[in-house]
């Protein structure tokens, strides 16, 4: 059984920072895409960002660039959101999902496992 768990969310200022870990169990990824995804109150879940997992190429929303920054830990089989300069629009419920393959995808459909997710909320 494969198991996304994510950790790390919390109630921060606007201006800080957050770091979101995810935990990978059930199986290996390491031909697999990792992506983060967010999702509001009242919004559609939202892609943040991706990290291919064997090369370490990312990609981001434009709404996060140059602020957060995914990265993988392969001995611990886990997957990382720094996040820096929080917004308080960037408060939300935050995903991490995993797919095989190495395309890099941006779409929540292509996205076979999830996590439970974990709440950001920023305040202003």
């Known amino acids: 059984q494969v198991l996304l768990v994510e950790s790390g969310g919390g109630l921060v200022q606007a201006g800080g920072s957050l770091r979101l870990s995810c935990v990978v169990s059930?199986?290996?990824?390491?031909?697999?895409?990792m992506g983060w995804f967010r999702q509001a109150p009242g919004k559609e879940r939202e892609f943040v960002a991706v990290?291919?997992?064997?090369?370490?190429?990312?990609n981001y929303a434009d709404s996060v660039k140059g602020r957060f920054a995914v990265s993988r830990d392969s001995a611990k089989n886990m997957v990382f959101l720094q996040m820096n300069s929080l917004k308080p629009e960037d408060s939300a419920v935050y995903y991490c999902?995993?797919?095989?393959?190495?395309?890099?995808?941006?779409?929540?459909?292509?996205?076979?496992?999830w996590g439970q997710g974990t709440q950001v909320t920023v305040s202003s």
């Open positions: 059930g199986r290996t990824f390491s031909r697999s895409v």
């Open positions: 990290l291919n997992w064997s090369d370490t190429n990312t």
């Open positions: 999902a995993a797919r095989d393959g190495a395309f890099m995808a941006t779409r929540r459909s292509m996205y076979t496992y």
